[in-house]
């Protein structure tokens, strides 16, 4: 990260000078009306705006809450403990230079104190400022649809995405041209910021094989990062054996983290992958439908038709038939 950035964010606020001052704590009614702690986006986003940027606070612990919007948290320099609660059961994560957090709107969490070298950003975020970037992956795909769930809270019960991004530096230069936009405040500056955030996202799943740093698999999404990358990459003929002997991880601890977090299988997956493709070349390509099927991996045509029909409500032919209207109306 650039030095003025740095410079910027280690200078002490307001807020911070108080707590050294009393050695007090966070002042909830900074962030809230409520008794229940849950940060409030009014309290911390201008009238009219969906993203906003602001300087974690330092020097005391963060106490439990929630937000009613959602947080990218991206730890420029230093470290910080994120206790997250999930179904009665809390989880540490400690982010450092250059990772990333995603929390959702039902996630609740706390941060334990932190140093004044420790310095992390806070992207405050609404929901709805979510369509254009997402419209950026170009088409269906299993990771998108994971990055979907964890924004949405569907995935499993974590209700946050852990992102080991340090290293990554397309992604680095993405998130410090959104702080130093954010910073600028210039007029039209939300294109510029939907447009980051989209490339943001399509950078994670292009990169998302190189999430496990050193090619260690140490936590549940490093594995579904992974997992999921190699679905894209193989999924005409991939297996869930081969991918446990590329990850050094057994098949029912694949499996049992998959389910976990995208509610469904490495089958399931990679099927659903099988038939978002078929979609796509049969709404962009003149292939005929056995040509697809065999491309995508099918060998037994009366199992597509049937897997097709599930999932869109329709044969292939109709499929074709009814995205070609759409296109020329």
Same mark, same amino acid.
């Given at each position: 990260?650039?030095?003025?950035? @740095?410079?910027? #964010?280690?200078?002490?606020?307001?807020?911070e000078?108080?707590? +050294?001052?009393?050695?007090?704590?966070?002042?909830?009614?900074?962030?809230t009306?409520?008794?229940?702690? %849950?940060?409030?986006?009014?309290?911390?986003l $201008?009238? /009219?705006?969906l993203?906003?940027?602001?300087?974690?606070?330092?020097?005391?612990?963060?106490?439990?809450?929630?937000?009613?919007?959602?947080?990218?948290?991206?730890?420029?320099?230093?470290? !910080?403990?994120?206790?997250?609660?999930?179904?009665?059961?809390?989880?540490?994560?400690?982010?450092?230079?250059?990772?990333?957090?995603?929390?959702?709107q039902?996630?609740?969490?706390?941060?334990?104190?932190?140093?004044?070298?420790?310095?992390?950003?806070?992207?405050?975020?609404?929901?709805?400022?979510?369509?254009?970037?997402?419209?950026?992956? $170009?088409?269906?795909?299993?990771?998108r649809?994971?990055?979907? !769930?964890?924004?949405?809270?569907? %995935? &499993?019960?974590? /209700?946050?995405?852990?992102?080991? !991004?340090?290293?990554? %530096?397309?992604?680095?230069? @993405?998130? $410090?041209?959104?702080?130093? *936009?954010?910073?600028?405040?210039?007029?039209?500056?939300? *294109?510029?910021?939907?447009?980051? #955030?989209?490339?943001?996202?399509?950078?994670?799943?292009?990169?998302? &094989?190189?999430?496990?740093?050193?090619?260690?698999?140490?936590?549940?999404?490093?594995?579904?990062? !992974?997992?999921?990358?190699?679905?894209?990459?193989?999924?005409?003929?991939g297996?869930?054996?081969? @991918?446990?002997?590329? +990850? &050094?991880?057994?098949?029912?601890?694949?499996?049992?983290?998959?389910?976990?977090y995208? /509610?469904?299988?490495?089958?399931?997956?990679?099927?659903?992958?099988?038939?978002?493709?078929?979609?796509?070349? +049969?709404?962009?390509?003149?292939?005929? %439908?056995?040509?697809?099927?065999?491309?995508? =991996?099918?060998?037994?045509?009366?199992?597509?038709?049937?897997?097709?029909?599930?999932?869109? =409500?329709?044969?292939?032919?109709?499929?074709?038939?009814?995205?070609?209207?759409?296109?020329?109306?």
């Open positions: 990260m650039r030095p003025e950035l @740095l410079e910027f #964010l280690q200078k002490i606020t307001p807020e000078q108080a707590i +050294l001052d009393s050695g007090g704590s966070i002042r909830q009614e900074l962030y009306s409520q008794a229940a702690f %849950v940060v409030d986006s009014r309290r911390l $201008e009238k /009219g705006r993203i906003e940027l602001r300087p974690h606070t330092r020097f005391a612990r963060f106490p439990q809450h929630r937000h009613n919007y959602v947080e990218m948290v991206y730890q420029c320099a230093g470290s !910080a403990s994120h206790i997250i609660d999930h179904a009665g059961r809390q989880e540490t994560i400690t982010l450092r230079a250059g990772d990333l957090l995603f929390l959702n039902n996630v609740s969490h706390e941060i334990l104190p932190t140093g004044a070298e420790d310095l992390a950003v806070n992207f405050i975020i609404l929901p709805q400022f979510f369509s254009r970037p997402i419209s950026m992956i $170009e088409r269906e795909n299993v990771l649809d994971f990055l979907l !769930a964890s924004l949405s809270g569907a %995935v &499993g019960t974590t /209700g946050c995405l852990y992102v080991r !991004a340090q290293g990554l %530096v397309p992604v680095e230069n @993405l998130l $410090e041209s959104m702080i130093w *936009t954010l910073l600028d405040r210039r007029a039209g500056s939300n *294109t510029v910021l939907e447009t980051s #955030l989209g490339l943001l996202f399509m950078n994670l799943s292009m990169y998302a &094989g190189a999430i496990c740093q050193s090619g260690e698999v140490d936590s549940g999404q490093d594995l579904v990062f !992974a997992a999921l990358k190699y679905i894209e990459d193989r999924y005409p003929d297996s869930l054996a081969e @991918l446990s002997r590329q +990850l &050094g991880q057994a098949e029912y601890t694949l499996s049992r983290v998959l389910k976990k995208t /509610g469904s299988n490495f089958k399931e997956l990679l099927q659903q992958r099988r038939l978002q493709q078929a979609a796509y070349l +049969l709404a962009h390509t003149p292939l005929p %439908v056995d040509t697809i099927m065999a491309y995508i =991996g099918y060998d037994n045509s009366s199992y597509f038709y049937r897997r097709f029909r599930l999932r869109y =409500g329709c044969s292939p032919k109709e499929y074709r038939a009814r995205e070609s209207a759409a296109l020329n109306t």
